[in-house]
């Protein structure tokens, strides 16, 4: 199959981990040649860490008559812009979450996709991993029988303790569920389908939050919006699952996501991470016993996703970090903070289809 060359627009943080797992784990499947940021300094930075020869203004990538494939890395608040531009520029786009901060943001880019023949994928792409993929496998293989219910909780305390720039993370936009409720969302949707209605509620804990960290140590955040949130959705197929997800708790004991079937409970570690053990037990297990994971590659993580939607072009089948799911889970997300307004249960109105589990697209690094 035809090797794709990859170009990222936006080189901040999370950029490291695509270029390092680009080079390192996925150089079967695509080359990142060109780096493009407004900020030509952060292109620069990791063009000569990874010795990538094309880095300058985001222009430069979307005019680069020999990029297939833009990434984009930039902040969710011009996910929209930067995706319709590479759409434009006659190039797929994979981007991360959010999609876009708004239903009419995302329509704008499933018109556009549409328009002009180019795919859109989008993260996270977290429910492709290894122990998220081994859990998928063992439901469908009624290894815990049918889903009943299931329980989420994202428990964070702020990432003012660590970041002096997290004055981002309580605008519109963001927030826990902006910014976290995707990974959840994400696995939800692969493990039990499509979501059709949501009841929440929420608060803004603190409407001010201190910086903790040089160099803006003391400074104040104004809080825009809700940081407890507490949902219960109901899944297309009848199962019932609450989600409590913040920025104001310490710690928790709690798993991160637990399914309870009517034959057994599975535990599902991090749906942020790509490793840990999923756990699993039935009736008259004494205790709860790890599940061996199926996929050799323990070490892949960001970038997945993209070597999927690569694929799925050659093979011309659907791709599975689809612009539909992540409408669907962004759709849920904002019908959540919704109805933490409203107070009254929500009907969702998109769906999407269940992603196919790896295993189904055999000779690949994806399941091996
Ligand atoms: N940081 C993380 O741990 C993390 C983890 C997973 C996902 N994400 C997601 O990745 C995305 C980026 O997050 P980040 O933490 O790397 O942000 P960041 O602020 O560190 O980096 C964003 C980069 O985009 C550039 N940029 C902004 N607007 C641009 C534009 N219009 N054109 C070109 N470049 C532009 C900025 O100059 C900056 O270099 C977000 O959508 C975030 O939700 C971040």
Redesign the pocket.
């Known amino acids: 199959m035809k090797k794709f060359n990859v170009g990222i627009?936006?080189?901040?943080?999370?950029?490291n981990?695509y270029i390092k797992n680009a080079k390192e784990v996925y150089s079967d499947y695509f080359t990142i040649t060109a780096l493009?940021?407004?900020?030509i300094e952060?292109?620069q930075k990791y063009a000569e860490q990874y010795e990538i020869e094309k880095f300058g203004?985001?222009e430069m990538v979307y005019d680069d008559p020999t990029i297939d494939l833009i990434i984009?890395?930039?902040?969710?608040?011009?996910?929209e812009?930067?995706t319709v531009r590479a759409l434009e520029a006659g190039k797929h786009v994979y981007?991360?979450?959010?999609l876009a901060c708004s239903r009419e943001g995302m329509k704008h880019i499933l018109e556009v996709s549409k328009k002009t023949g180019k795919r859109v994928g989008c993260?996270?792409d977290s429910f492709m991993s290894a122990p998220a993929q081994t859990a998928k496998k063992a439901l469908e293989d009624d290894w815990i029988g049918a889903p009943i219910g299931a329980n989420a909780i994202c428990a964070m305390r702020g990432n003012e303790y660590w970041r002096p720039?997290a004055d981002?993370f309580y605008q519109k936009g963001?927030g826990p569920m902006?910014?976290m409720a995707p990974y959840y969302l994400n696995s939800f949707i692969s493990l039990l389908g499509p979501v059709d209605s949501v009841m929440t509620m929420s608060k803004i804990t603190w409407p001010e939050r201190t910086i903790k960290v040089p160099p803006r140590r003391g400074e104040k955040i104004q809080v825009e919006v809700p940081t407890y949130v507490s949902s219960i959705m109901r899944f297309q197929n009848g199962v019932i699952a609450t989600f409590v997800n913040s920025f104001d708790i310490w710690k928790t004991t709690s798993p991160y996501i637990e399914i309870y079937g009517e034959k057994g409970t599975m535990v599902i570690p991090d749906p942020?991470r790509y490793k840990g053990d999923v756990l699993i037990r039935r009736f008259k297990d004494s205790e709860f016993h790890v599940l061996p994971q199926f996929i050799e590659y323990a070490t892949y993580g960001?970038g997945i996703g993209v070597v999927d939607m690569i694929r799925s072009i050659d093979a011309d089948v659907p791709h599975r970090a689809s612009a539909e799911m992540a409408y669907h889970a962004t759709d849920v997300i904002l019908a959540m903070d919704e109805a933490g307004e409203s107070h009254k249960e929500l009907k969702i109105e998109s769906t999407a289809e269940q992603p196919s589990g790896l295993w189904n697209t055999p000779e690949t690094i994806l399941w091996k």
């Open positions: 627009i936006g080189c901040g943080a999370i950029a981990q493009g940021d407004l900020r952060n292109a203004p985001p984009n890395l930039t902040v969710p608040m011009v996910h812009e930067v981007t991360e979450k959010p993260a996270p720039d981002f963001a902006m910014d942020n960001r």
